[in-house]
């Protein structure tokens, strides 16, 4: 007994290795995409969205591990050996550069992160045979889970300002790369001992929801970043802006103080110019010089006359207001740089009619007090410098004020966004940095939760998935114990219609599938005959045979009654052929039951599947024509399904559906032939028959519509549509009939017996009949009775007993027997056409029907002969003083109307 068992055997391992894989392709997916968002995000930035570093680091260990669940190879050693090197150059580097403070958290998580990527290195340099290295992925594992929950830790108590603390997408992207990790090692340590089972139906859901998960972390993270690079350029832009303009508003009052001075009334100069000092914090004082660049006086301002230096400072260089006597210009004092308190010199000359030419006017501006700007809460994170001179860079809203070289300001934010704009129509280089990554670390412990639900939906689904699939192959075995043939201890139908649609799927040339469907020849004869024991003897030992016979992978079923169904995989035409032979001799062979030896064949049809437009149950319909066509030609053979078989079957399956279009539309009529008495020659019955009118004109013959009804079941409706019109038509029946006592016959077939409803429509029919004193007659074929005699026969004495006649129709065309004229309540016995086409005295076809008349006449039965064409019948037929006589020789089928206005001879 061959079972059916999945491809896949679904098990913990399965599970794992799907768990480890989903793990492995979403590190690998983690690093291609941080990789292109590195580059995606605008190469000026306030903060790296994730180093390079970062991303191919995390893309290697996950092909590593996609390795490692294979064997262990000398391509791993050397990534081991890479990764354990680049664990110790880290390692050195954060310890010896100073950067990092063994104070600050995040240096501790940075330094357990090297000693994980050294021990991780190691693990895939070592092979797991030995047990202490499984050890050690064990215990990396474990530690992957700790130093993903420190990370995840941190990212509620980040150190915002500090210069080198990573940033909050590298180490959110670190702590699921530590969390895959920990997946990773302690699976790969428990199922070490074979390669882990990559099974793609399983992982493709889980790694497709992973890929959007992250796809649409990093796009909020980068959406973060640039939102973050975008306020700190406005705020850039807003300090330059301010900047420019402010020093335009003191040149502009500077040129108006030189251009309305008073020199004779000092006074009044004094006093002008005090009133610009105090409009303008950041201005110190207005000197003026002479021609030659001597001081004259200087008017300082009155806030700053405490601060003596400031004093010192507000008096230009004397060499360069020389060069520049009679120009306005401005400059920077290198003095006052180099004190930290840098001050710009503006210079215009004085036009006055009455003061000496070639006076000049200076005013100095404290850059300190003119670059300390407020900034709003929105911007407050970031810091703005601006370049005042080559290698000179001075802080605009930062506390404390400091004098920065370019390199030193570099090496302290290695992440800024510079701009050069318009100062005093000259171009002057602005930088923004982030001192603070607080709003970043708030938006990373929000978009941690794409991380969590999306991370949870991949592994449900591989749960989900798996579990699934344990349930369908426990369903498999459960149906394998519930749904084995109790007879034949085959497997039933719908296990080998499962088996077969399974190898469809999985299938790669599913055209070296082949099915053979098997109908055993004239079982039906022998299990009626020798009883129901004999008959599972019989389908028993038949499927014992057939097994003995397949080859390998091959399975064998019992479809239905009778009937098995054999599939055949990889192989060829040929060795079907040779097959089909083998069943066929094998079948032939004698069945021993009870000392008796019983001799049946079998029909057999062979169909191909095809690689196009095909299915399981395509291909076992196409089987089971073939096997109809073998019947048809006389059982006892093989035949193989070809295209106009399908054509065939194809128009009984559209005549079915005329059929019920038919019925639906009550298109279906009744004709009555008349029945002659033998004695009388008076019309003493008819016998109603059921006719298809078609538009045209045409009639569907009932030899083409009946058998179709009866073997899709629709005679039981089309019976009930005949009843209902041959009740309509009794009382005008009853005006026709030439006796004193009509009959009306309706043919009964064998499946109206087992619907109530037609039973009880033929009482209510009888009953109506009554009325108008016409007899109602059913008319049932042999086949009744050979399906079920018990049943039939208990019907037919009910319907008797409430007035019915009951007639055996076609009577010895079917498997006839005599039991059938006196052990069954029958009435009429309607002798077949057959029996006397040929009347020469002396020929069996004489003899047959001379017999059958004499029995049926000697058991007091009702004799109708069918077929009346001649002259010498109707002699026969009076001969052997039947009751009745029914052909085409005293009238045809026709519609009740024509009848009516008809005269019989």
């Known amino acids: 007994m061959k079972e059916v ?3 896949v055997t679904y098990n913990s391992r399965t599970a794992a290795s799907a768990a480890y894989y989903f793990a492995a392709l979403t590190a690998v997916l983690l690093g291609l995409i941080g990789s292109f968002f590195h580059f995606s995000v605008s190469q000026q930035t306030l903060i790296d969205i994730i180093p390079m570093r970062t991303t191919a680091a995390v893309l290697v260990t996950g092909l590593a591990f996609l390795i490692a669940a294979r064997r262990h190879s000398i391509i791993l050693i050397v990534l081991g050996v890479g990764f354990m090197a680049l664990a110790a150059i880290s390692l050195y580097v954060n310890l010896t550069s100073g950067r990092l403070d063994v104070r600050e958290y995040f240096a501790w998580v940075i330094v357990a992160v090297a000693i994980h990527l050294f021990l991780l290195g190691l693990s895939f340099a070592l092979s797991l045979k030995w047990r202490w290295v499984r050890q050690l992925w064990k215990f990396t594992g474990w530690l992957s889970l700790a130093i993903a ?14 210069s080198y603390a990573p940033g909050s997408v590298i180490f959110i992207a670190v702590a699921l790369m530590m969390l895959l990790t920990c997946i990773m090692m302690l699976i790969r340590a428990h199922w070490y001992r074979e390669p882990l089972f990559f099974d793609r139906k399983l992982l493709t859901p ?3 929801v992973s890929l959007i998960t992250l796809l649409v972390w990093f796009s909020l993270s980068a959406a973060a970043v640039r939102d973050v690079n975008e306020r700190g350029q406005i705020l850039q832009g807003q300090i330059a802006s301010q900047i ?16 309305f001075k008073n020199a004779e009334d000092l006074e009044v100069f004094r006093h002008d110019s005090e009133l610009l000092l105090r409009d303008f914090p950041a201005a110190l004082g207005i000197s003026v010089h002479s021609g030659s660049g001597d001081f004259v006086y200087l008017v300082h301002a009155q806030n700053r006359a405490c601060e003596v230096d400031l004093r010192v400072l507000a008096i230009p260089p004397t060499n360069w207001l020389r060069s520049q006597m009679g120009q306005e210009a401005y400059s920077m004092s290198a003095t006052s740089v180099m004190a930290e308190r840098p001050v710009l010199f503006f210079t215009a000359p004085i036009i006055s009619p009455n003061v000496e030419q070639n006076q ?8 300190r007090a003119l670059l300390d700007f407020e900034t709003v809460e929105f911007l407050k994170a970031f810091s703005v410098y601006t370049e005042i001179a080559p290698n000179i860079i001075l802080p605009a809203n930062t506390v404390p004020f400091h004098v920065i070289t370019n390199d030193h300001f570099h090496q302290m934010h290695p992440f800024s966004i510079e701009h050069a704009y318009q100062i005093l129509d000259a171009p002057l280089n602005f930088y923004v940095t982030l001192h603070d ?8 412990r929000v978009n941690k939760l794409v991380f969590l639900i999306g991370g949870l939906v991949s592994f449900l689904l591989v749960i989900v998935i798996d579990a699934n699939n344990r349930l369908r192959q426990e369903e498999v075995k459960l149906k394998q114990l519930a749904t084995f043939d109790g007879v034949t201890n085959l497997i039933r139908r719908d296990v080998f219609e499962q088996e077969l649609a399974l190898q469809y799927s999985i299938s790669e040339d599913i055209a070296t599938t082949y099915v053979l469907f098997i109908d055993l020849d004239g079982f039906k004869t022998v299990n009626d005959t020798l009883g129901l024991k004999a008959g599972n003897h019989i389908l028993h030992e038949t499927g014992n045979r057939i097994k003995a016979l397949l080859p390998t992978e091959a399975i064998v079923s019992r479809f239905s009654s009778d009937e098995f169904v054999v599939m055949v995989k990889h192989t060829n035409k040929a060795l079907i052929t040779k097959l089909a032979g083998a069943f066929q001799r094998e079948l032939r062979r004698p069945y021993v039951i009870d000392d008796v030896e019983v001799v049946i064949s079998a029909s057999i049809g062979v169909a191909q599947a095809s690689v196009r437009n095909d299915s399981a149950d395509e291909l076992i319909q196409r089987a089971d024509i073939a096997m109809t066509e073998a019947k048809t030609a006389g059982g006892n ?6 295209k106009d078989m399908l054509a065939s079957y194809n128009e009984r399956l559209r005549l079915r559906t005329r059929i019920q279009q038919g019925l639906n539309n009550d298109e279906f009529r009744v004709h009555y032939q008349p029945i002659v008495s033998t004695k009388s020659g008076e019309i003493s019955g008819f016998e109603a028959l059921a006719r298809w009118p078609q538009n045209d004109g045409s009639m569907i013959s009932p030899g083409v519509f009946i058998p179709v009804t009866e073997q899709t079941g629709q005679i039981v409706e089309l019976t009930e549509q005949i009843l209902a019109m041959v009740s309509a038509d009794i009382p005008r029946l009853a005006a026709i009939g030439g006796e004193e006592r009509t009959y009306v016959s309706v043919n009964i077939s064998p499946l109206c017996f087992t619907r109530g409803i037609v039973i009880e429509l033929l009482k209510e029919i009888h009953l109506q009949a009554k009325e108008s004193n016409v007899v109602l007659q059913i008319e049932v074929t042999e086949s009744l009775f050979l399906d079920d005699k018990i049943t039939a026969k208990a019907t037919l004495e009910a319907l008797r007993d409430s007035g019915i006649q009951v007639a055996i129709d076609d009577f010895g065309t079917g498997y006839s027997s005599l039991s059938l004229l006196y052990k069954l309540p029958v009435d009429v016995i309607k002798i077949d056409r057959a029996f006397i086409s040929d009347l020469t005295p002396g020929s069996d076809a004489f003899k047959v029907a001379d017999a059958a008349i004499t029995l049926a006449l000697n058991l007091n039965k009702v004799v109708v002969v069918e077929g009346i064409e001649t002259e010498e019948q109707l002699k026969f037929c009076r001969e052997k003083q039947c009751h009745a006589m029914q052909g085409f020789y005293f009238y ?10 008809m005269q019989h001879r």
């Open 5 to 7: 068992v999945l491809t």
């Open 149 to 162: 929950i420190a990370i995840i830790v941190y990212s509620w108590i980040p150190n915002t300002t500090h």
């Open 206 to 208: 889980s790694v497709v």
């Open 244 to 259: 420019d303009s402010q020093l335009i508003e003191l040149r502009d009052a500077l040129k108006r103080v030189a251009s």
């Open 360 to 367: 000049q006017a200076t005013m100095a501006v404290d850059l």
């Open 437 to 444: 990554t607080d709003e970043l670390w708030r938006s990373a």
């Open 637 to 642: 053979t093989t035949t193989w399904f070809r």
């Open 892 to 901: 045809k089928p026709e519609p009740l109307a024509v009848l009516m206005n």
